[in-house]
């Protein structure tokens, strides 16, 4: 009832171990997708993810998340999990939110200073760059890949992508409530990240 539309995809796996080389597998993933097509499931061979291409807060996202898990126990027992991660992807494009906002806007007005740190004398205007940080956190890890860039799908835009991840065994109860703090490690770093016009853009239309 959650995710209606079934297909299948056949995906690559690649293994490198010191030794036997590299490995390179084809392997079969089954897709689940909602009605709106705006939340897939996919469930492969060692894993199960679920991507979302729009959403209006990570606690909808998350509902579904659960409803995967639970239907993943039901049919699969025990499941021994290994890996568990959550990552936002974030490309934010200053023509169209000037566009939308009705006035010229600045890199600056969107993104806070700590996040377009350049060499004294560098102008943005034109500048591309990027930059990752990886860090550890009390239960896994947070990896932050960010910069100005620009390509042929999406034009010139300010990347945001956060990673939190931890591997390692744990049980299956544990893991929406380890998403819940994911999610709020990965709010927290994206609010300090929001400009002013940004923040304004942000605003949910009936809070205008």
Known sequence: AHF???GTQMTKQVSISIGDGVEV???KAFLFSTAADDVTVSLGVSSIAL???RYTHHADFLTKADVAFKALEAVYQPIAPTRLGLRFVNAIKRDV???ELGRSVSW???VTDGFLKLPNGVNLDGTLFSS???SPMPKGVLTLRCGLLKNTAQGEHFRFDMDRYMEGSFEMSQTMGLLEGFASDLYSLFDSMVGPALAEWMEPVDAK
């Open 4 to 6: 209606p539309t079934f």
């Open 25 to 27: 597998r084809d392997e």
């Open 51 to 53: 991507e979302a291409k």
């Open 97 to 99: 939110i000037a566009k």
């Open 108 to 110: 600056t007005d969107l």
């Open 132 to 134: 990752e940080v990886t």
